[in-house]
């Protein structure tokens, strides 16, 4: 996942192609982004979210991981 800190964008980039779940949370624990994604890329903009740290949720499979990205324009 990059880049972080970001001004508009962030791509993530999947070990391996499959079934992916995606969702974006704020500081105050809002979701502001789901996607399921099959694929091995995802570009997401996040111009229209205030500056500030989400939480980027991904699960696949059985596997959950979590990273955090800071978001300043």
């Given amino acids: 996942m990059f880049p972080s800190p970001s001004t508009a964008t962030v791509n993530v980039i999947f070990p391996s192609a499959g079934q992916h779940e995606i969702v974006v949370v704020n500081s105050l624990g809002e979701h502001v982004y789901t996607n399921a994604v099959t694929g091995t890329k995802l570009l997401i903009d996040m111009q229209q979210h205030a500056n500030g740290v989400y939480l980027f ?11 955090k990205v800071i978001i300043a324009h």
Avoid: D, F
């Fill in 57 to 67: 949720k991904i699960t696949s499979g059985n596997q959950l991981t979590i990273r």
